[in-house]
């Protein structure tokens, strides 16, 4: 490690806690009048198994943003991720919650977010559920959200966003810029044939194997995200975002290994395919996934960045991966994975040439 990289990390605990601090401050100082104001509820998705569901959502002011549009033009794309990033929350909020007769609540901390628990005594039926949700007290702040229950399933889907899902050039720091700050829901592009290979995986039209995002994203994008995926028929699925603020600072790597131990754990019996790219540390976090639950992981499906210097170790990898009991594909596109998926029985031959389908059309376009 070099001396950089040594300092900060020491310095690291000491600036965390000195963010932690004056957020502190600034939110004993803020809040009070903010709790004066118009209240809403960001909902994300629920998750969980027949007997044991986690929901959470954020309490913000209300911001203004009109639905987004293709033909918006770039200043408006990027007002409206500005006011997307400084959020103004709210902490010290009761929600309650109804799901399927079950009534759970719980308070909105400094950064205004909560999560709401329910563990019913007769187990609740796999698929997707809507809740009803209000800000207690406050009449006119009824929301809903959807919650994702796996009961049955072949297999499950985790799977990064960014360069992995939707094309972000994450490897180009001012094209990611341009790209994230003047771009909405619907300009916003997809790899080709993604929607039909996580279409394909997750079997929609059967038993459906359910699907989550891990993303390094803020929280604050989620409903640009959500919009996203349904817009261009992505397989809707529970998303992990990341705080704004100090845990930005903790790294990637540790934040994402430690979601997917979450997940692994909340369905301990349910075996699942990785998807990731090459451009940041999927392959090592998704390694070392594969090493510590032997037998867990199907596949891990790495799309190729063009980092050439970065292929060389993926394929190191690759071999250990190999000998923990998976295969590591470095795809350079959704076809790639997809052969593999078939070659497994993942999807079907049917599935893999409506994913070939998708691809050669887009590259006619």
Avoid: C
Avoid at 262 to 289: M, T
């Amino acid at each position: 490690m070099n001396p950089a990289k040594q300092v900060f990390k020491a310095a690291l605990p000491l600036l965390e806690r000195g963010l932690s601090l004056a957020d502190r401050a600034f939110s004993q100082f803020i809040q009070p009048r903010r709790l004066k104001g118009k209240l809403i509820l960001q909902m994300y998705v629920g998750w969980g198994t027949p007997t044991n569901v986690e929901l959470s959502g954020r309490v913000l002011l209300p911001r203004d943003m009109r639905p987004a549009q293709k033909g918006d033009p770039r200043w408006r794309n990027f007002r409206n991720i500005m006011r997307r990033l400084f959020s103004r929350e709210v902490g010290g909020v009761k929600v309650t919650a109804i799901l399927d007769g079950l009534n759970a609540s719980a308070v909105s901390d400094l950064d205004g977010f909560f999560t709401l628990k329910f563990q019913p005594a007769v187990p609740l039926p796999g698929g997707w559920h809507d809740a009803t949700l209000s800000i207690h007290g406050r009449e006119g702040t009824s929301s809903r959200a959807r919650v994702q229950i796996v009961d049955r399933a072949r297999f499950g889907i985790i799977s990064d966003l960014d360069d992995t899902v939707i094309q972000s050039d994450v490897t180009s720091v001012p094209r990611m810029l341009s790209t994230v700050l003047t771009g909405n829901a619907r300009t916003r592009s997809p790899f080709a044939g993604v929607g039909a290979l996580y279409r394909a995986l997750t079997r929609e039209d059967q038993e459906r194997n359910p699907i989550f995002y891990v993303s390094s994203s803020p929280w604050n994008f989620f409903d640009l995200l959500w919009q996203f995926l349904d817009y261009r028929r992505i397989p809707l699925g529970p998303l992990f975002l990341r705080n704004w603020g100090a845990d930005l600072l903790k790294g990637h790597g540790g934040y994402k290994h430690g979601v997917i131990e979450q997940i692994f754990q909340r369905f301990p019996d349910l075996p699942f395919v990785l998807v990731g790219d090459s451009g940041e540390k999927d392959p090592e976090i998704y390694a070392e996934v594969v090493r510590q639950h032997p037998g867990r992981v199907l596949a891990v499906y790495i799309r190729d960045v063009n980092e050439a210097h970065r292929d060389e170790s993926v394929l190191k990898l690759r071999e250990e991966v190999r000998k923990a009991g998976a295969d590591l594909v470095l795809a350079h596109d959704s076809l790639n994975a997809a052969s593999h998926a078939m070659s497994m029985g993942l999807i079907t031959p049917l599935e893999f040439r409506s994913v070939l389908t998708s691809v050669a059309r887009t590259y006619e376009t």
